[in-house]
């Protein structure tokens, strides 16, 4: 069989769990399921090794005003390192709360100089390659305003490496190769090498994590879950109805965040399922240094970190023709979780939805995605 790396494949796939793994959940007795869930989503979390959290944060309000129907906050709150994080907290124009909260999670595409500006609008001028980005992957359209606009408190902002988050050349070694001249140019050729490289950077930030003892999923984890508190701590959202979804990128951090952060009412990953048997032979190479938790592999599936929130609401939605994974990995991540669902006593509560086509998120599977927001959130 030919793989990704040759006749090493079967040797290293010899050492994945040929039955799912120790941690698994899938044939879980139903009487048994809290206490194990319990603890698979610690173990999960040590292999993740998040480094120390942020103390709770008070963000600050940077600006407000109205635009296409909705009131926005432009909000920002310091870290534990680095820059500030810059979000958008978006809601409908007159709303009385509380409303349901959603963390609205934006992608990777290869395009770290913009974070939450990828998947909003907040006035007619949208810089070209927004635009684009949005027509790539949207059906051009900004769905967390989309979102706002059925009646959400719907924050977004920049994650760790993007946006305002996006690591500023300034600060690094004269040694590393490639550096571009200016981090700041926000012209379409600026930002094009400023994409270019921070894709060739990743590689040093991961194994520099590694090096630290944590890894890139365990600070996503940490900070998007401040996020979550600046949700919970608003009097316009209703603690008890908080939503996170996302795609690709943003797919990825809602399997972890989702997965482990048990004030997620309800869940969409979008374009981010299948298994580590199909990074491990077949696909590790279109993906991120941002996917990968040393160790877990052999304890539980990827899939089935989405899973640990079980029984709670969780839509994944897949395309047929996504390069992004193989098809037949992403069936049997489907039927992971089916199984631990229906172990957790809530079939019901699982809903896996194809498309046609390739990697997106269009208008037919964010109206979906907002139906399921608003089925179990009401």
Not at 90 to 95: F, I, M, S, V, Y
Not at 293 to 310: K, Y
Request: glycine fraction near 8%; charge should be negative.
């Amino acid at each position: 069989m030919k793989n990704m790396i040759g006749a090493y494949g079967p040797w290293v796939e010899s050492l994945l769990p040929k039955v799912p793994g120790p941690l698994s959940l899938q044939h879980c007795p139903q009487n048994e399921f809290a206490e194990r869930r319990a603890a698979a989503l610690a173990r999960v979390v040590e292999c993740m090794a998040p480094p120390p959290a942020a103390a709770m944060v008070v963000p600050t309000i940077d600006r407000r005003y109205e635009y296409d129907g909705l009131e926005i906050e432009e909000l920002s709150w310091a870290q534990t390192a680095g820059a500030r994080t810059e979000a958008f907290l978006l809601k409908p124009r007159g709303a009385t709360g509380p409303l349901p909260g959603i963390l609205a999670l934006h992608d990777h595409g290869g395009f770290k100089f913009f974070g939450k500006e990828k998947i909003t609008r907040v006035s007619d001028n949208v810089h070209p390659m927004v635009a684009q980005h949005q027509a790539d992957y949207y059906s051009g359209l900004a769905w967390a305003n989309e979102l706002a606009r059925r009646g959400n408190v719907v924050l977004v902002h920049d994650a760790f490496a993007f946006g305002s988050r996006r690591v500023r050349v300034a600060d690094l070694s004269d040694k590393l190769p490639g550096l571009v001249p200016d981090d700041a140019d926000d012209s379409v050729e600026g930002i094009t090498a400023y994409n270019t490289w921070a894709g060739q950077h990743e590689h040093v930030m991961a194994k520099s994590l590694f090096s630290a003892g944590t890894t890139w999923p365990g600070v996503f984890f940490n900070e998007d879950r401040v996020a979550i508190d600046v949700l919970f701590a608003r009097d316009d959202v209703d603690p008890e109805r908080i939503g996170v979804g996302g795609l690709s990128g943003g797919g990825l951090r809602t399997v972890f965040l989702a997965g482990l952060d048990d004030r997620v009412k309800c869940a969409v990953c979008v374009g981010m399922m299948t298994t580590w048997r199909d990074f491990l032979l077949h696909k590790s190479f279109t993906h991120t240094w941002m996917c990968f938790v040393p160790h877990l592999p052999r304890e539980l599936d990827f899939s089935e970190i989405l899973g640990l929130r079980a029984p709670q609401p969780t839509m994944v939605m897949n395309t047929h023709e996504d390069g992004l994974f193989t098809h037949s990995e992403m069936e049997c991540a489907e039927q992971n979780l089916q199984r631990v669902f229906k172990s957790a006593g809530a079939p019901e509560k699982f809903n896996c939805s194809w498309y046609p086509g390739g990697h997106k998120f269009d208008r037919e599977m964010q109206g979906d995605a907002f139906d399921w927001f608003a089925r179990w959130l009401a």
